[in-house]
């Protein structure tokens, strides 16, 4: 016997009053985790023009986010990026290790209809700092505000892993020590 679900998803689209450029083309950025040296996250702020206070003051990434909603879970889209972005996250910090689980069990609820959410890249990561700053954080205000610092996917050395501090820079941590939030990304399809 053969049983058959069918899901209805419905969007709901409800742009972002904030931050939305009118400029065309999409910026590829790296998806696949690896080991990043500090020379090449620096190297990478400045190809990519991405915002850190200290390593590259006149980055200014123009995202293109809209928020929207899949059911009734809410993403957003940065269309400039083709990602689609947890708008919270983690409301509590963690460890990489239970950051990693975290996310595994968000796939398992298939939140907003889909089951591949990973911890962002650090240049993923780094395209959501702004280069000013907006109720003390430099993140648009898409995104809930609870989760002022990220992990990421990519590590420097065995034991520290790259993170994000909205409070405008890059940085990084100790996997198993150092507590965090998590704030998914998925890879939107090419089209």
Not at 107 to 132: I, Q
Not at 151 to 161: F, R
Not at 163 to 170: A, H, T
Request: a positive charge; aromatic letters at 12%; hydrophobic letters at 40%.
């Amino acid at each position: 016997m053969m049983v058959l679900t069918f899901v209805m998803i419905t969007l709901n689209f409800t742009p972002c009053r904030c931050q939305v450029t009118s400029s065309g083309g999409v910026e590829n950025l790296r998806s696949d985790y690896k080991k990043v040296s500090k020379d090449n996250a620096k190297r990478m702020l400045r190809q990519k023009g991405l915002f850190d206070k200290y390593w590259n003051k006149s980055g200014g990434f123009k995202n293109k986010f809209e928020s929207m909603s899949v059911g009734q879970e809410k993403v957003i889209i940065d269309h400039m990026t083709r990602l689609m972005w947890h708008p919270s996250g983690s409301f509590k910090m963690m460890n990489l290790k239970e950051a990693r689980q975290w996310i595994a069990d968000l796939n398992k609820k298939c939140y907003a209809g889909y089951f591949d959410w990973r911890l962002p890249t650090l240049e993923e990561a780094a395209s959501l700092l702004e280069n000013s700053r907006q109720k003390n954080l430099y993140i648009d205000c898409a995104f809930d505000r609870r989760q002022w610092c990220i992990w990421t996917g990519d590590t420097l050395s065995p034991h520290l892993a790259w993170v994000v501090v909205f409070s405008g820079r890059i940085g990084w941590f100790e996997k198993n020590v150092r507590m965090n939030y998590v704030r998914p990304v998925r890879s939107l399809s090419k089209s």
